[in-house]
């Protein structure tokens, strides 16, 4: 039987179907900011050499991140373009949901989604199963996506003047203008608390007006039709 799942069924079904792992975990979420208790488990499965594979879609990896997986031997990683789905699975369960990894979602946000037995509906686990496996098929494995990420940062960066001013998007405080880090230090250091790249700030960070600002996309619409050549590669 098909269950349907509120905010707290999302993340107690998800941990359960971590626990029971015995041959396969698949995780689909755009972005990778996985909580600590999800970290513990993904450990105890990659010492037991149960098969993880991790697809991601937002180009925001940190140095924790990137070392962490580094260390999980049983652990594969790809980035997939444009992804939006999120989907957790093992070999008999699934959960298709609203809610992302990391661990902002999980305590904040209002999510649901659906809970899917194998054993109760196959077919419709064989589905989501299927679609999940093509979207590791049409993935780069995180290796590539690393460089790439690597590569279209630089390009953003070579295009922007290191001299140019611009805005922190929460406070307006002058900074370097970078939509990479679209934070002063004080207001990074409080937003680095919750880490949710979409939560809405005030300020564009290239003009300084108000706009309602993500760190995925600081800057307003203007700014980025009169300049769309300097930040084409950047977040918004």
Same mark, same amino acid.
């Given at each position: 039987m098909t269950k349907f799942l509120d905010t707290t069924g999302v993340s107690y079904h998800l941990q359960q179907l971590l626990n029971n792992a015995k041959d396969t975990i698949i995780l689909i979420s755009p972005y990778l900011k996985i909580s600590e208790k999800i970290r513990q488990s993904l450990d105890d499965k990659d010492r037991m050499k149960i098969d993880i594979r991790v697809v991601y879609g937002k180009n925001e990896l940190q140095p924790d991140e990137i070392n962490w997986l580094k260390s999980l031997k049983s652990v594969r990683t790809s980035f997939c373009e444009n992804l939006?789905?999120?989907?957790?699975l093992n070999e008999e369960e699934a959960i298709v949901t609203?809610?992302?990894?990391?661990?902002?979602?999980?305590?904040?946000?209002?999510?649901?989604g659906i809970h899917i037995s194998k054993t109760e509906d196959k077919q419709l686990y064989d589905d989501v199963y299927?679609?999940?496996?093509?979207? %590791?098929?049409?993935?780069? *494995?995180?290796?590539?996506s690393? =460089? $790439?990420?690597?590569e279209s940062e630089t390009k953003s960066t070579d295009k922007?003047?290191?001299?140019?001013?611009?805005?922190?998007?929460r406070c307006k405080k002058e900074i370097p203008l970078n939509p990479s880090i679209p934070y002063c230090t004080d207001?990074?250091? %409080?937003?680095?608390?919750? *880490?949710?790249?979409?939560?809405? =700030? $005030?300020?564009?960070?290239?003009?300084?007006?108000?706009n309602e600002s993500t760190l995925n996309k600081p800057i307003c619409i203007e700014c980025y039709k009169n300049s769309k050549a300097?930040?084409?590669?950047?977040?918004s």
């Open positions: 939006h789905a999120k989907c957790y609203s809610m992302n990894l990391y661990e902002f979602s999980q305590i904040n946000n209002q999510e649901m299927n679609e999940a496996r093509r979207l %590791i098929r049409i993935s780069d *494995e995180v290796r590539l690393i =460089e $790439k990420i690597i922007i003047n290191n001299n140019e001013k611009g805005f922190c998007i207001c990074y250091k %409080i937003w680095k608390k919750y *880490e949710n790249p979409t939560y809405q =700030e $005030k300020y564009c960070h290239s003009c300084g007006k108000d300097k930040f084409t590669n950047t977040k």
